[in-house]
């Protein structure tokens, strides 16, 4: 794309926010700052998408794509079924569940476990002399999506 037409989509896109318009128009650089702007709003926007959730958190995930997640301890084998898919999005469609939807799969391929970055904990009480510190590294799986399945 060139840099006049991706102003003019960005102009006429009803999706995108007022910062990032005033931060494309305003920063007049070349696509090569702009591209991955836009290959992440085109992605969102022409593929589909699903919101599933695991670990007690939601991820919105697009086919390929890949993401740290916690431990799938009981897995053992290297395919992952996720089931509980709250929302399935496609070109502007989208369907939620109430809470789930039945039968909707996001299928996904465990590339490895491994423990995520160290994070310190420091708890103090001042005037008591009470300092503690620990130490915190999460147990995360990283999945790669392989196919969204709608019901």
Known sequence: MEFA???????ASPFLPDELIKIAIDSRKKADILQPIFNKIMKGLLTMYAIFETGGKQY???KGDVLDVERLSDVEESKINFDSVLAIGNDGDMEVGTPTIEGAVVTADLVKDF???KITVFKMKRRKGYRKKQGHRQELSRIMIQDIKKP
């Open 60 to 62: 919105r995930v697009c």
């Open 5 to 11: 037409s991706e102003i003019k989509f960005l102009n």
């Open 115 to 117: 423990r995520g970055k």
